[in-house]
């Protein structure tokens, strides 16, 4: 008889742990007995599993209240979730500041901070900003931190170098997988989970900021593209004919409906000027809501501040250009979520792509953080 | 306690069902106490997952070979799937025939064929022979058949009430799931998975013909969009001053770059009409490689027959419209499959949609076909 492929078995040993956790995760505290009834598991799979969970302190086993104890034998044993498990942070490297969230298995912001950090600071100094800010919110300890989602600014694709340096860091103080993306896409993903979209399986985010950028949400999952691309409207051609754009094309979205392309135009005060960059917004989303068909087109960045003197043209446009078909029941929204929207999108990364229990849990290694004071000592 | 949730126990019996065919896929046949080993379920779990899938004759039991029979006690019986399980059919309803493929579990085309029906036929009598033929390539037993997936051609979104008809005669007859998609969109998906794409993540597929449609593939799979339309390339606008098109946009790439329009400007003899045509292409797909960021073009359609004259203009305006790191790493490649295409994308679609012993699996009802008089009778 051939022999299991080692990679069926670890696969399936990852279903059995996640089925566990998400029992404990329903259930609260149960007993083995109770666990194996509730996930189908063997009594000595189950035992195996349950092992390894509390030798990553992702499982806690404690004994039972007074009412559990049996006349004869041990106590019975209850196994429960670690109080900390499932904790998820967000840090966004932004232009003039590093924000940083942490939110519980229960998804809610336990914690939420920022470090003024003006575009002039350098990069390591940044880095050492938002590792002093994480200290801060996480209490102390990284016990139960399934990961940390960071957002970074920058050219497309995301900085190589930058990035290595950013997981190694964070991966080394705090002992959970790091996952790195680009902040505005990251942000396209927290309005599309959490935000305007709340929930919206197909997602445009357009970003009208200093650059124009966006973002893809595929079946409720953030689109990154063969070469992390994806969702950069800013570049796509929105007039055949238009000058040169620092990316070597022509006539790019980002020289007509970015803040510097409204100030040359007149200004953010100029009407003609705010409406040609709805315009040209309009023109380029058209053919993507066509051929990617989204529910919702979520505008954001500063110029979504502008309101209907940037909206009305942008909607009037896309509606000409897209097909009748693509249009129906689709909703354009402005973004909700301000500046917490790329660490909220970096926490919903690590929910989608680092699932608890399987990459994630507590590190049996996780203790007091290395050079962090206590809780509440930063400032 | 809470009870827990009937939706999780489906969840994870679906699961465990799951677990166990695909034990039996890569090992043949098993005993129920190897079966215990490789899956980690109870056996109590397993006689009841097991005998589910007996019932459904995904599943079929008897006796070992002789050297299995013990000196006492009953045979030692072993379980492994039905030797049609795993069968899925795909068929073209398109335009000029009805095609229909059959493959089998290792994804070998073991049944081929096509049926003549000009444009003009009644759409009753298209399916008709579409039943006919697969009765014959079926060879008298739906026996194992996991699912049939149907190609559609049709106003975009696929017509709701022939769709609606096609699966309901086809899951009488066959007693399997039906998906019905567009048949373009399933030729993108052929061409992704088995075809000049041969695995490619991310995919935009384009079709030059009487119309001009296409398809995305996000993650291998393809993409359907909130209301039907993803990857209709054919009315992204190309000229925003352009006439007005058939959909109610103007200047859409359809009027540029379909068998038609190349007719009307000076036909496939023409090199200025082929070549606007391809530059036309190129232009609208810039925008869409810059925004999703795929890995592979690949061009199909009549109109890809033609080559340089219209590839070359194609690849060229592309190259100077997108987004220099999107283009980085992307392949522009012509359609491979021919017209097999769109059925070869159906069985796709119902393996990645209707996996084996969840939704599909032979049915126990599953006999000879009522009105098939038998193998190979048919012409």
Excluded: F
């Excluded at 999952?221 to 007039?239: F, I, N, Y």
């Excluded at 803040?259 to 135009?265: D, F, H, Q, Y």
């Excluded at 309101?307 to 909703?331: D, K």
């Amino acid at each position: 008889m051939p022999r299991t492929e080692p990679t069926a078995l670890t696969l399936l040993r990852r279903t059995h742990e996640a089925q566990v956790v998400d029992v404990l995760r329903r259930l609260g505290a149960v007993s083995r007995g109770e666990l194996a009834r509730h996930t189908g598991l063997s009594r000595t799979a189950l035992s195996s599993i349950t092992g390894a969970l509390i030798g990553r302190a992702v499982v806690v086993a404690g004994p039972a209240p007074a009412e559990g104890v049996r006349g004869r034998g041990r106590p019975v044993e209850l196994l429960r979730l670690h109080p900390a498990t499932g904790r998820c942070a967000g840090v966004d490297l932004g232009r003039g500041r590093v924000r940083a969230v942490v939110a519980n298995a229960a998804h809610q912001i336990v914690a939420s901070g920022a470090r003024a950090c003006p575009p002039e600071v350098p990069w390591e100094r940044r880095t050492d900003a938002a590792l002093e800010l994480l200290d801060e919110l996480l209490d102390g300890s990284a016990a139960g931190l399934e990961g940390i989602g960071v957002g970074l600014v920058g050219p497309v694709p995301a900085p190589g170098e930058r990035a290595a340096t950013v997981v190694r860091l964070l991966g080394e103080r705090y002992g959970a997988p790091v996952l790195v993306e680009n902040n505005t896409r990251l942000a396209a993903l927290a309005e599309a989970v959490h935000g305007a979209g709340a929930g919206a399986r197909h997602a445009v985010y357009v970003h009208l900021s200093h650059g124009v950028g966006g973002g893809l949400v595929v079946d409720g999952r953030l689109l990154g593209g063969a070469s992390g691309t994806a969702g950069e409207v800013g570049h796509m051609t929105a007039d055949p004919g238009g000058p040169r754009c620092r990316c070597g094309n022509h006539g790019c979205l980002e020289l007509y409906a970015s803040l510097p392309a409204v100030e040359a135009a007149g200004g953010p005060g100029d009407d003609g000027a705010v409406a040609r960059a709805g315009r040209m917004t309009g023109r380029v989303l058209a053919g993507l809501c066509t051929a990617v068909n989204p529910e919702l087109l979520i505008v954001g960045g500063e110029l979504a501040a502008l309101g209907a003197r940037l909206l009305g043209p942008l909607e009037s446009e896309l509606r000409a250009r897209t097909l009748p078909a693509a249009l129906r029941g689709l909703r354009i929204v402005t973004a909700r979520l301000g500046d917490e929207g790329g660490a909220l999108g970096a926490i919903a990364l690590i929910r989608q792509e680092a699932p608890p229990a399987v990459n994630g849990g507590a590190r049996a290694a996780a203790g007091p953080l290395a050079g962090c004071t206590g809780p509440g000592s930063s400032g």
